[in-house]
């Protein structure tokens, strides 16, 4: 399983763009990326999730380097309501795609 | 569409007592996952299911933690006897399953074991 690498935790003001940046070196080449969002007493939120490149949402920009080692979470414009745990997760479809959650990043954003 | 429903929200024991928790997973979703998240930690895996069968248990303390998926559809964790260490946030979270593994997450049960 690859294991991932994340900052423990960030601070930004409202309306910045907000990039968390996720360390995978020992990725699969089966292996897709995701993420997820928690706030307090609730359970994890999915973000997004991508293979190789750039993948956008409503929400998030996932941003994925050709040797896949690494990525980035880009937040647009980041309200007070983000605020929030950030989890990278890495691994494979089928087969048991064990869905192991690190430390996460926690996010503050200030007014 | 109802999300994942959990209960009890929160529930405190004293140790050595017994206790459960229920969950019902998004209709349709084959896939039900079991998690333990302690205070400032990201979520562990203790079960997963597809539909009725347990293929993922290796990080359940089987000494006293069990779980059942009767008719593939709610499942119920129990911890007997608990332990103070047990403390924790039990989430439940299920999906489509196969190539579709987007997890949705319930609230989770707080439990406190005193």
């Known amino acids: 399983l690859a294991k991932t690498t994340q900052p423990i935790s960030m601070d930004s003001y409202e309306g910045q763009e907000v990039n968390i940046t996720c360390s995978h070196n020992n990725i699969a080449t089966n292996d897709y990326i995701t993420w997820y969002q928690q706030f307090p007493s609730q359970g994890p939120r999915f973000i997004i999730q991508g293979y190789k490149t750039k993948v956008t949402n409503e929400v998030a920009s996932l941003f994925i380097p050709a040797d896949r080692k690494s990525s980035t979470l880009s937040l647009p414009r980041v309200s007070l309501s983000d605020t929030a745990v950030y989890y990278c997760?890495?691994?494979?479809f089928g087969g048991g795609f064990k869905t192991i959650f690190g430390a996460g990043t926690r996010l503050f954003v200030k007014a | 569409e109802a999300g994942v429903v959990q209960s009890p929200r929160y529930k405190i024991i004293e140790k050595k007592q017994p206790v459960a928790f229920w969950c019902n997973p998004i209709s349709g979703h084959n896939t039900l996952y079991w998690y333990r998240q302690n205070l400032g930690q990201g979520p562990e895996l203790l079960i997963r299911y597809e539909n009725e069968e347990a293929v993922d248990d290796s990080q359940l303390p089987k000494d006293r933690f069990s779980a059942e998926r009767l008719k593939g559809v709610d499942s119920t964790l129990k911890i007997q006897p608990a332990e103070l260490g047990d403390s924790a946030v039990y989430l439940c979270a299920s999906s489509l399953g196969g190539n579709n593994e987007k997890l949705f997450f319930g609230s989770g049960t707080q439990l406190s074991v005193l």
């Open positions: 997760l890495v691994g494979a």
